[in-house]
C-alpha cells in the first residue's frame, strides 16, 4: 500500500513527502514541520480516501510554508496549524474533521486556480491578527460547523478576470468571532 507511518517522530524541513505515490499516517505522537525560512516542505499523497491520516500535528515555523498537495486528509484528532510568520499553503487539499487553527501571525493561503475543502466537521479558527486568503481563482469549500473568524479572511482579485471564491458545500456554516472577510 506504499504507507509511511510516523508514530512519533518530528519530520522536519524542506523538500517533498510524497510524489503522488504514497499514503502517510502521522500518529497522535508525530509531528510534520516546515521550518526553513522561505522553502516549503510539500506533502503530496497518493489519491484515494485514505492518502493522509493526520492525528499529530503539521505545522510551518519561521517563515516557512507547509503545502498540502491535492489529495484527502483524513485529520479527525489532528492539528494544522502554522505558527506566526508561518504559512501552510492549500492546493486542492481536501482536509476532514480535527482543527486547523490560524495564530496571530499565521496564514493559511488557498494557492492560485485550485480548490481546496474544509469540511466534515473541522473546527477551523482564525485568531486576531491570523490570515486566511485565497489567491485568485481559488476555490474554498466549507463544510458543517462553525467558522471562528477574530482576524481576516481575504478575497484576492488580480484585476484579470479571476476570482476568489468561497462556497458552502454540506449543511450550514456558522460565522462567528467579529473579524473581516474581505
Same mark, same amino acid.
Given at each position: 500500500?506504499?504507507?509511511?507511518?510516523?508514530?512519533?517522530?518530528?519530520?522536519?524541513?524542506?523538500?517533498?513527502?510524497?510524489?503522488?505515490?504514497?499514503?502517510?499516517s502521522?500518529?497522535?505522537?508525530?509531528?510534520?514541520?516546515?521550518?526553513q525560512?522561505?522553502?516549503?516542505?510539500?506533502v503530496?499523497?497518493?489519491?484515494?480516501?485514505?492518502?493522509?491520516?493526520?492525528? =499529530?500535528?503539521m505545522?510551518?515555523? @519561521?517563515? +516557512? #510554508? /507547509?503545502? %498540502?498537495?491535492? !489529495?484527502?486528509?483524513? $485529520? *479527525? &484528532?489532528?492539528?494544522v496549524?502554522p505558527v506566526?510568520?508561518a504559512?501552510?499553503?492549500?492546493?486542492g487539499a481536501?482536509?476532514?474533521?480535527?482543527?486547523?487553527e490560524?495564530?496571530?501571525?499565521?496564514?493559511?493561503?488557498?494557492?492560485?486556480?485550485?480548490?481546496?475543502?474544509?469540511?466534515?466537521?473541522?473546527?477551523?479558527?482564525?485568531?486576531?491578527? =491570523?490570515?486566511?486568503?485565497?489567491? @485568485?481563482? +481559488? #476555490? /474554498?469549500? %466549507?463544510?458543517? !460547523?462553525?467558522f471562528? $473568524? *477574530? &482576524?481576516?479572511?481575504?478575497?484576492k482579485?488580480?484585476g484579470?478576470g479571476?476570482?476568489a471564491?468561497?462556497?458552502?458545500?454540506?449543511?450550514?456554516?456558522?460565522?462567528?468571532g467579529?473579524?473581516?472577510?474581505?
Amino acid at each position: 500500500t506504499n504507507r509511511l507511518t510516523n508514530a512519533d517522530n518530528l519530520i522536519r524541513g524542506r523538500g517533498a513527502l510524497g510524489s503522488n505515490n504514497m499514503r502517510l499516517s502521522n500518529l497522535a505522537g508525530g509531528e510534520i514541520r516546515a521550518d526553513q525560512p522561505g522553502f516549503a516542505l510539500a506533502v503530496d499523497p497518493r489519491d484515494g480516501a485514505d492518502g493522509v491520516v493526520n492525528q =499529530g500535528l503539521m505545522t510551518s515555523v @519561521d517563515g +516557512a #510554508t /507547509l503545502r %498540502l498537495d491535492a !489529495g484527502i486528509y483524513n $485529520n *479527525a &484528532g489532528g492539528l494544522v496549524a502554522p505558527v506566526e510568520t508561518a504559512t501552510v499553503l492549500l492546493s486542492g487539499a481536501d482536509i476532514r474533521g480535527g482543527s486547523v487553527e490560524i495564530p496571530a501571525g499565521g496564514a493559511v493561503v488557498c494557492n492560485n486556480g485550485t480548490t481546496s475543502a474544509l469540511g466534515n466537521g473541522v473546527a477551523l479558527t482564525v485568531a486576531a491578527d =491570523g490570515v486566511l486568503r485565497l489567491n @485568485d481563482n +481559488a #476555490t /474554498l469549500q %466549507l463544510g458543517s !460547523g462553525t467558522f471562528a $473568524n *477574530a &482576524g481576516q479572511v481575504e478575497l484576492k482579485d488580480d484585476g484579470a478576470g479571476g476570482t476568489a471564491t468561497v462556497s458552502v458545500t454540506v449543511a450550514d456554516v456558522t460565522l462567528t468571532g467579529g473579524g473581516v472577510v474581505e
